[in-house]
C-alpha cells in the first residue's frame, strides 16, 4: 500500500465518522407551529384531564417520525420510528418542486412541501408543516445545478 492511497483511506474514514458534514437542511415537521391553537388547547388540558399527554405525546411521535434531509446531491424522506420507510431522491432528477401555503401557514413560516421527478406523473416526497420553506427550495435549487 503506497503513501497515497493510504491518505485515500484514512480520508475516507474520517468522512464516515462525519456523516451529517455535508447535510443542508435537516428537519421535522413544526410541532407548535403546524397546529399553535391544538397544541395549546392540549398543553392546557395537561393538568386537568391526562388525555392531554397522551395526545401530545401521540402527535410528538408522529411529528418526529418523519424527517426531511436535503444533502447536495439529494432529498431524503424518512418515515418511521420502528418500521423504515424511505424515498431518496436524486436533485438533479427533480422536475418538480411545490411549495402549498395557507394564510396561517404563511404567518407562522411552515409550509407543505411536495417533491416530484420526471420518471413519474406522482409526487414522490410531500410532507407537510415543514418550517423555513424557502430555505427548502433554496437547498434543492442549488443540488439542482
Do not use: H
Not at 56 to 62: A, F, P, T
Not at 85 to 103: G, H, W
Not at 108 to 132: K, L
Amino acid at each position: 500500500m503506497t503513501q497515497g492511497s493510504a491518505k485515500r483511506i484514512s480520508d475516507a474514514q474520517a468522512a464516515s465518522k462525519r456523516p451529517n458534514s455535508d447535510v443542508l437542511y435537516d428537519r421535522s415537521p413544526s410541532m407548535g407551529r403546524q397546529r399553535p391553537f391544538l397544541f395549546i388547547a392540549l398543553l392546557l388540558a395537561v393538568p386537568v384531564f391526562g388525555i392531554g399527554v397522551l395526545a401530545l405525546g401521540y402527535w410528538y411521535i408522529k411529528n418526529r417520525s418523519q424527517r426531511l434531509t436535503i444533502y447536495p446531491n439529494r432529498v431524503v424522506k424518512r418515515l418511521g420510528i420502528v418500521s423504515k420507510n424511505i424515498c431518496d431522491v436524486r436533485s438533479r432528477d427533480i422536475a418538480e418542486f411545490n411549495i402549498n401555503q395557507t394564510l396561517f401557514q404563511r404567518i407562522m413560516g411552515i409550509a407543505d412541501i411536495e417533491i416530484g421527478t420526471a420518471a413519474t406523473a406522482e409526487i414522490e416526497i410531500s410532507i407537510e408543516g415543514m418550517p423555513f420553506p424557502q430555505k427548502i427550495q433554496e437547498f434543492v435549487e442549488l443540488g439542482r445545478g
